[in-house]
């Protein structure tokens, strides 16, 4: 079992930037995929950014360039530095571990952007 807990949502200008952490439980955090998640009202679920254990990045499309996923293994804690958010960026941004093959999730925390 792995629990998730993210922390750093809240509300913030286009154009303003955001850190969200994600603290995850357990002695072996270093070979778990982390990633992050969000998810819009009415919209499905999307994957924002992910990190394999050997450091390896994957972005989504809309992000790159503007987010930053890292990981510090001595702290089992990922991030996500968000800039230059843009409107369309609000949603519930939730944490995600894998760990031999199961998917874990955090309870999520909500990032608003205004125009």
């Known amino acids: 079992q792995v629990q998730l807990v993210e922390s750093g949502g809240g509300l913030v200008q286009a154009g303003g930037s955001l850190r969200l952490s994600c603290r995850a439980s357990?002695?072996?955090?270093?070979?778990?995929?982390m990633g992050w998640y969000r998810q819009a009202p009415g919209k499905q679920r999307e994957l924002v950014a992910s990190?394999?254990?050997?450091?390896?990045?994957n972005y989504a499309d809309s992000v790159k360039g503007r987010f930053t996923i890292s990981r510090d293994n001595t702290q089992n804690t990922v991030y996500l530095q968000m800039n230059s958010l843009k409107p369309e960026d609000t949603a519930v941004y939730l944490c995600?571990?894998?760990?031999?093959?199961?998917?874990?999730w955090g309870q999520g925390t909500q990032v608003t952007v205004s125009s």
């Open positions: 990190i394999t254990s050997g450091f390896n990045t």
């Open positions: 995600n571990a894998l760990k031999w093959g199961t998917y874990y």
């Open positions: 357990g002695s072996i955090f270093s070979i778990y995929t």
